[in-house]
């Protein structure tokens, strides 16, 4: 089974990804397979360069091929990212600031991210 997280919600990435999920994909007992997880708003901050869980997470994920994606918007406002805010949606939004290997971008750039591998089921905590 493939799922996919997206992280609306406060502390999303603090409570529940770097005290239940990190651990268990580190330890290979997550029992799925995480195609991809999608953050917003504050969450985006846990994916700064030398953030301890964004570092744990960007090796997991490239070790185990999960995508990661800040929302382009998101990422503008906090400064996390080159770009405009008339640039998102578009692809056109480049992050800075975070760990290797996240990509930055709205719904259209997502779904095109997971075509390849698309998820059974998406989750939003």
Known sequence: MKVAYILATNL???TKLASMILPQLEQNK????????????DNLFC??????????????????????????QCA?????AEGTFDQCGSGQVKPQGLVEGVAAGCFPQLYSALAGSPPDYVITL
């Open 76 to 80: 503008v406002r906090r400064n996390l």
């Open 47 to 72: 994916l700064r360069t030398g953030d301890p869980i964004g570092e744990r997470l960007a090796a997991v994920a490239k070790a185990q091929n999960i995508l990661l994606m800040v929302c382009d």
């Open 30 to 41: 997550h029992g799925a397979d995480v195609v991809g997880i999608f953050f917003f708003d």
């Open 12 to 14: 999303a990435s603090t």
